[in-house]
Nanobody, 125 residues
Framework: QVQLAESGGGLVQAGDSLRLSCAAS????????MGWFRQAPGKEREFVAG????????RYADSVKGRFTVSKDNALNTAYLQMNSLKPEDTGVYYC??????????????????WGQGTQVTVSS
């Protein structure tokens, strides 16, 4: 079992930045990956970014490339999502998730085994 705790959400204006954190309750094994997803009201949950725990390979949704950066701190069992140049369309509940995944599987929510409770990000225009 892995418990995940997100933090760092909030209300910001367009163009601002936020950094989300996702802390895992235990050390993540080398074959794990962590993903960030978001869900806006009335929409399906969508992939935002993901990172392979061993090696640090990353993947991003086209809508956030160049603005968001995912990173990790192995010693703290924590991943981060740095969000810059935020837009109103980035508004939603952001979730982190972990699972035993390879790079090509990062974008699909069905491959993740454990999910955090979510943190709200609201970007006003």
């Amino acid at each position: 079992q892995v418990q995940l705790a997100e933090s760092g959400g909030g209300l910001v204006q367009a163009g601002d930045s936020l950094r989300l954190s996702c802390a895992a309750s235990r050390r993540l094994l080398r074959d794990f990956a962590m993903g960030w997803f978001r869900q806006a009201p009335g929409k399906e949950r969508e992939f935002v970014a993901g990172i392979i725990w061993l090696g640090g390979g990353t993947r991003y949704a086209d809508s956030v490339k160049g603005r968001f950066t995912v990173s990790k701190d192995n010693a703290l069992n924590t991943a981060y999502l740095q969000m810059n140049s935020l837009k109103p369309e980035d508004t939603g509940v952001y979730y982190c998730a972990v699972g035993r995944l390879v790079y090509t599987e990062l974008v699909s929510a069905t491959g993740y085994d454990y999910w955090g409770q979510g943190t709200q990000v609201t970007v006003s225009s």
